[in-house]
């Protein structure tokens, strides 16, 4: 099949936020703005300034990381042997399976969170798409390689950026979707959805024949709530699991999809061999049995998160709930973009986003970082307002 060109990749866009089932087809053409944060080695070219210099916002790393065990891991796994054969993923599977109650062929194995999406949609090829939006850029992208016709689901700033899911249900059941991508924390809110409802759509769409990838990049911070151990006992659903934000590791590409062994096999014939490294193997594996680093960074997270979400409001900025390391802010004036170039002289970096379709170029998102350098983000939006 011919892949579409995703700059003219038809949308299918509602024009009031989840009815779904009054949902009308407007198919108009959307270019895929591509557009990331974490952008710290071109920010540090541009500034001429070292890395570690720049501060990052626009990521959602946890600053308490990485831990020191998976540093060790990388270390030791940097040995003649090691680098002389080929990567071999039977402990990390094990590690995966023993920490979910899961057997080692319910899991993929992928070089991050980006790739499996990948491989899980040229898995199962689907002709109907539909996407929650605002949404990571990368389903959209996915789909499109396919040729996938999308409806996006507009949620929108009068709701709370919150889905109505009795009306997700009903879409689902009326209108044959062969996939249906949920993100819980939802990136770029931060909102956990409700356990109950994301069950009610899975048991919709197992019903109706409907894929649900379920993408949990963020659940780690609210690890009680994660569905991944129910991926197997499901016909179609696929979970998602990234490993880089929460154990503070981007530039070691690691994550696994969990589902049941039958299609898990058939997602696995969409990736490279050899696709991880065995120093990203043992990083996993030592990130997986971090269990204090994982509970500190919850607590540190969560007292944090709280504070800096006060002193944004504190400042005239409305601030979304969220149960993630981040948060999604508007600005009671002016754009992201004017921000960010206003802090290019700090050598700070936020995310803008106005890439985000559904949203304007009012909102930013900010990753919770250490205290001090929350505060410091603060004071310096406040003096940007009183311009």
């Known amino acids: 099949m011919e892949a579409r060109d995703t700059s003219s990749m038809q949308r299918e866009v509602s024009n009031r936020q989840m009815s779904y089932a009054e949902m009308k087809d407007n198919s108009s053409v959307?270019?895929?703005?591509?557009?990331?944060?974490g952008k710290v080695y071109e920010a540090a070219r541009r500034w001429g300034i070292e890395p570690h210099q720049v501060l990052d916002f626009s990521a959602n790393i946890n600053p308490l990381g990485p831990p020191q065990t998976?540093?060790?891991?990388?270390?030791?796994?940097?040995?003649?042997?090691?680098l002389r054969v080929y990567p071999d993923a039977h402990a990390f599977l094990s590690a995966i399976a023993n920490k979910h109650l899961l057997m080692p062929d319910e899991i993929v194995v992928g070089s991050g969170a980006a790739s499996l999406i990948f491989a899980v949609i040229h898995a199962l090829w689907p002709k109907r798409v539909l996407i929650l939006e605002p949404a990571f850029v990368e389903y959209l992208r996915a789909s499109a390689a396919v040729n996938a016709q999308v409806t996006t689901a507009l949620l929108t700033e009068a709701s709370g950026f919150t889905p109505d899911f009795a009306s997700l249900v009903h879409a689902v059941k009326a209108r044959q979707f062969d996939l249906v991508i949920v993100n819980s924390p939802h990136n770029p809110t931060g909102a956990l959805y409700p356990r109950d409802a994301v069950l009610s759509?899975?048991?919709?769409?197992?019903?109706?024949?409907?894929?649900?990838?379920?993408?949990?990049?963020?659940?780690?911070?609210?690890?009680?709530?994660?569905?991944?151990?129910?991926?197997?006992?499901?016909?179609?659903?696929?979970?998602?699991?990234?490993?880089?934000k929460f154990y503070a590791t981007p530039?070691?590409?690691?994550?696994?999809?969990?589902?049941?062994?039958?299609?898990?096999?058939?997602?696995?014939?969409?990736?490279d061999p050899w696709s991880v490294s065995t120093v990203a193997l043992e990083a996993g594996c030592a990130?997986?049995?971090?269990?204090?680093?994982?509970?500190?960074?919850?607590?540190?997270?969560?007292?944090?998160?709280?504070?800096?979400?006060?002193?944004?409001?504190?400042?005239?900025?409305?601030?979304?709930?969220?149960?993630?390391?981040?948060?999604?802010?508007k600005l009671p004036h002016g754009s992201g973009g004017d921000l960010q170039s206003w802090l290019d002289s700090e050598r700070i970096l936020?995310?803008?986003?106005?890439?985000?379709?559904g949203l304007s170029d009012e909102f930013i998102r900010m990753a919770v970082r250490s205290g001090s350098d929350n505060d410091r983000l603060v004071s310096l939006i406040e003096k940007w307002l009183k311009g």
Do not use: W
């Open 251 to 271: 530039g070691i590409r690691i994550g696994y999809a969990v589902t049941n062994a039958k299609l898990a096999a058939k997602i696995k014939g969409h990736i």
């Open 70 to 82: 998976v540093l060790s891991a990388i270390e030791n796994a940097l040995t003649p042997t090691s």
């Open 287 to 329: 990130a997986l049995a971090a269990d204090e680093f994982g509970m500190e960074s919850c607590r540190v997270n969560t007292i944090a998160r709280a504070k800096f979400a006060s002193a944004l409001r504190g400042i005239g900025l409305e601030v979304l709930p969220s149960a993630a390391n981040f948060l999604l802010a």
């Open 30 to 37: 959307h270019p895929i703005h591509v557009e990331h944060g």
């Open 201 to 244: 759509l899975i048991d919709a769409a197992e019903e109706h024949n409907t894929a649900v990838l379920l993408d949990e990049a963020f659940i780690d911070y609210a690890a009680q709530e994660s569905l991944v151990s129910l991926a197997p006992t499901k016909s179609h659903l696929i979970v998602l699991r990234s490993l880089t």
């Open 350 to 357: 936020i995310r803008r986003c106005d890439s985000f379709h």
